[in-house]
């Protein structure tokens, strides 16, 4: 979502795909899910998302990312991030993503970075690029643009596979844009926080229940929808 708002070849998380009710690969949450979505490895996700987004729509949403991020008067201002101890276990992490999510990091561009390792990779349907600093930039150039914004957690959980820590979430965006129309973006989505040995995030992937096109085209709707209606 950060950017005009890390898929890698690991298996996906069994037991955590049968407790949110879906795959993670971009998908409408109105199709029915086969049993065997669920056998689907990470690179075959991040394939279909790659094939998904077409590639002129990525170029673009990252060209005016750059160029927001150059004409912003917030750039060359220090982000604010919330401090915490170093986590030990998948369970300190847990909490710690929770309570950003409390605070909706998202719409606030306020959370604890420490939990995520400096060259963590991030992506969602439409970008993809790595570094924790840039990612609270681009958090820090979206919030001017929100209004009566909310992001609501739905579910939280964490599990293993291959040796490897995981915490997944699903959450509802809701936010009007601060242009004329004022367009109502409506994203469900879930994000992967894939960790390391200790217990630092590298890897923030997301997946929408739209595809990258349907969420652009929502900046453009004319349909005046209140994101608290």
Not at 87 to 114: C, E, Q, W
Request: proline share 5%.
């Amino acid at each position: 979502m950060a950017k005009i708002w890390c898929f890698s070849g690991t298996p996906p998380l069994q037991s955590l795909h049968n407790q949110f009710g879906r795959s993670h690969a971009v998908q409408r949450c109105s199709k029915a899910k086969k049993p065997n979505m669920r056998k689907k490895t990470y690179a075959s996700l991040n394939r279909e998302n790659e094939s998904e987004t077409p590639q002129i729509l990525k170029i673009a949403v990252t060209g005016v990312t750059e160029l927001l991020r150059l004409f912003s008067p917030s750039s060359n201002q220090t982000t604010t991030s919330l401090d915490e101890f170093p986590p030990s276990t998948v369970d300190d992490v847990l909490r710690i993503i929770k309570s950003d999510y409390d605070n909706a990091y998202f719409v606030t561009g306020n959370f604890t970075s420490s939990i995520y390792a400096d060259n963590c990779i991030f992506e969602d349907p439409t970008i993809k690029f790595r570094g924790r600093e840039l990612y609270a930039r681009n958090l820090k150039l979206l919030v001017p643009f929100f209004d009566s914004a909310s992001i609501i957690l739905q579910k939280i959980d964490k599990d293993i596979d291959s040796d490897t820590n995981f915490v997944l979430a699903s959450w509802k965006l809701r936010t009007n844009l601060k242009l004329p129309w004022r367009p109502l973006i409506s994203i469900d989505g879930s994000t992967i926080y894939e960790l390391n040995e200790d217990y630092k995030i590298v890897r923030h992937v997301e997946s929408w229940n739209v595809s990258a096109v349907e969420a652009v085209l929502q900046i453009f709707s004319l349909k005046f929808e209140n994101s608290d209606g």
